[in-house]
Structures are given as structure tokens and as C-alpha cells.
């Protein structure tokens, strides 16, 4: 899982503040700093949350806009694990 911080305010794409937030918000993933919205854009995404699973190959297998749909969501994540 690698989560991707687009910055909506100035001091939001200061490295030091982004580390401090994943420190205190215990995200237990990667979190890349996207300060320029190459991977915004890459994926056309318009809308914040966003959530995209990608499978073994490479894939976008899964996408969900928003809050919610939790049960749904961990379900797609447990069968994209369980593919070979």
C-alpha cells in the first residue's frame, strides 16, 4: 500500500510536516509526496479519497471514490492477495 499526499495548502508540501502527520496519524504505509500532481494526474484522479487497487501485474483492478464501501473494499483487496 503506498498512499500518495497531493498538498492542497502551502505548508502541506513541506516534507517535514508530511513526516510529522504520518508519524502522528500512525499510518503504517508508504506515503509518497506528490507535490507537483504527476501521480494526481497520472491516474485522472478528480476526487479526494480515492482508492485504487493495482494487482501483481499492474493492473488498476479496483476503484472507489470516496468514504465508505469498507467490507467491499477489503474483499477486493483479500482476492487480488489471494491470486496467484
Do not use: C, S
Not at 52 to 67: A, C, N, P, S
Request: no cysteine; charged share 20%; proline share 5%.
Amino acid at each position: 500500500m503506498i498512499g500518495n499526499h497531493y498538498p492542497e495548502f502551502a505548508y502541506e508540501e513541506d516534507l517535514d510536516n508530511l513526516k510529522q502527520a504520518v508519524v502522528e496519524l500512525e499510518i503504517p504505509y508508504a506515503v509518497l509526496q506528490d507535490n507537483n500532481g504527476l501521480n494526481w494526474r497520472a491516474y485522472n484522479n478528480q476526487y479526494w479519497p480515492t482508492l485504487y487497487l493495482i494487482d501483481k501485474q499492474g493492473i488498476l483492478r479496483y476503484v472507489h471514490i470516496g468514504e465508505g464501501r469498507y467490507d467491499e473494499t477489503q474483499q477486493a483487496i483479500q482476492a487480488l492477495l489471494n491470486e496467484p
